[in-house]
């Protein structure tokens, strides 16, 4: 049998690296992180978005947060 999943949309994974996300956001992906995934599309719009933004402390930490 096959177990559903939840995919993740960009705007899901971006609102839980805010400096101050949606507690109801992040309450809810917690709950279903192990049945969860994101698309190769997202994966690709997160990168690209972090390679856009100006050097900076920020870019490393959503860098980091991104890739681990």
Do not use: H
Request: glycine share 2%; hydrophobic share 40%; aromatic share 12%.
């Amino acid at each position: 049998m096959v177990r559903p999943y939840y995919l993740l949309d960009t705007n899901v994974i971006s609102e839980q690296l805010n400096r101050f996300p949606s507690v109801a956001v992040c309450s809810r992906v917690n709950r279903y992180k192990e049945v969860s995934a994101i698309s190769a599309i997202t994966w690709f719009e997160l990168l690209s978005g972090v390679q856009n933004m100006p050097e900076g402390n920020r870019k490393k930490y959503l860098f980091d947060a991104i890739v681990n």
